[in-house]
C-alpha cells in the first residue's frame, strides 16, 4: 500500500473552499465583541513575571528579583490599545498533504484560520500583514495594513499560494522568513505562525520562540492531519517525505506507537521553546472546527 498521495502544488481545498466565504464564517463564529489587547512589552498595565531566557531584552529584567532571591525574571505588561496582527503562513511543500479522511490540505486549513484571524483583527480596528515559509513564487506577502481592502489582499494572497519548497534542500528557508518579519514588526504585534513544524532545521524552535524576545506577542500553531497524528494505515505500507524525499517502506501497525512517540517528542520540543518565551503553542488537527481552533488562539491571546 502507498500511502502518500501525489504532490500538489495549488493548494488542494477540499471541502474547505471558498477562502472568502468560509474565512468570514469561521471568523463570526469567533468573534466575541470585547477586543481587549493582550500585547506584551513596554505597556502601562503590569502582566507579571516570567523566568528569563538567554537573548530576552535585559531591560525587562527585574533587578529586585534579582537583588533579593538571585533569580533572573522578565517583567511583562499589557496595553490596552490597538495592535497590529502578523500572520506567517508555513507553505513549504509538506503543508501540500492530505490524508485520505481530511476535509482539506494543511495549508488550507492554516489559510482559512489565518483569513478569519485577520478579518478579527480588521475588524477590531487592528492593522494585518501576511507573509509565508516557503512557498512558489505566486504568493505574495501582503504589506502591513489596517485598510477596508487588506481582508480581500489577504484572501487573495492566501487563494494564490502554491505550497513549494524543502527544508532539507534549502535549510535557510525558515532563516529568511523570521529574518524578514523582524525587519517589518514592531514591539507590541501579535505574530502568529501556522505550521506543521517538521522537517525544520536543528535549532528552528529557539529562533521561532524568540520573536517573543523581541517584544511580540507570539502563538505558535502547529497544524497536522489527522493521518499524520494516528498512522491509521494498516499492514505494509510506503511512506515518501515531502520534504527531503526520504522514503520508508515498514508495517504501520508494529510501527504505529514508535512513530507517535516521536512526533510527540517533536510537538513537545516546540512547545517547551515557546512557552519558556512566554509565547502561546496549540497543535490543531485538519479534522478539526476551525471555529474553535480560531476561538482557542484569542483565548490564549487574551
Not at 108 to 124: E, H, N, T
Not at 188 to 203: I, K, M, R, T
Not at 216 to 238: F, N
Not at 271 to 295: I, K, S
Request: glycine residues 10%.
Amino acid at each position: 500500500m502507498n500511502a502518500n498521495p501525489s504532490v500538489r502544488h495549488a493548494v488542494d481545498w477540499g471541502a474547505l473552499a471558498p477562502l472568502r466565504l468560509r474565512a468570514r464564517e469561521v471568523a463570526e463564529g469567533a468573534f466575541t465583541a470585547s477586543h481587549r489587547s493582550a500585547r506584551r512589552g513596554a505597556g502601562v498595565e503590569f502582566g507579571g513575571f516570567r523566568e528569563y531566557v538567554r537573548g530576552d531584552d535585559l531591560r525587562w529584567l527585574d533587578r529586585r528579583s534579582l537583588l533579593r532571591h538571585e533569580r533572573l525574571v522578565i517583567r511583562q505588561f499589557e496595553t490596552e490599545t490597538d495592535r497590529a496582527l502578523c500572520l506567517l503562513v508555513d507553505a513549504s511543500a509538506s503543508m501540500g498533504f492530505r490524508g485520505p479522511d481530511a476535509p482539506g490540505a494543511k495549508l488550507a486549513f492554516a489559510s482559512i484560520v489565518a483569513a478569519a484571524l485577520a478579518r478579527i483583527a480588521l475588524r477590531g480596528g487592528d492593522p494585518v500583514s501576511l507573509s509565508f515559509i516557503g512557498a512558489e513564487e505566486c504568493a505574495a506577502p501582503v504589506p502591513r495594513s489596517a485598510s477596508g481592502e487588506q481582508f480581500d489582499r489577504v484572501v487573495a494572497s492566501l487563494d494564490a499560494v502554491r505550497s513549494g519548497g524543502d527544508a532539507y534542500a534549502d535549510p535557510a528557508m525558515l532563516g529568511r522568513a523570521l529574518h524578514t518579519l523582524a525587519q517589518r514588526t514592531r514591539r507590541g504585534a501579535v505574530v502568529v505562525v501556522l505550521s506543521d513544524l517538521l522537517d525544520a532545521p536543528d535549532g528552528s524552535a529557539e529562533k521561532v520562540a524568540a520573536l517573543a524576545s523581541r517584544g511580540c506577542v507570539l502563538s505558535v500553531v502547529q497544524v497536522l492531519d489527522a493521518a499524520e497524528i494516528e498512522l491509521p494505515y494498516r499492514g505494509t505500507v510506503r511512506l515518501r517525505a515531502l520534504e527531503g524525499g526520504a522514503e520508508v517502506e515498514t508495517d504501520a501497525d508494529g510501527s504505529r506507537a514508535e512513530y507517535i512517540a516521536k512526533l510527540g517528542e517533536i510537538t513537545g520540543s516546540w512547545e517547551r521553546a515557546v512557552m519558556r518565551r512566554g509565547g502561546r503553542f496549540l497543535r490543531a488537527n485538519t479534522a478539526h472546527n476551525p471555529v474553535e481552533v480560531v476561538r482557542t488562539i484569542l483565548e490564549r491571546l487574551r
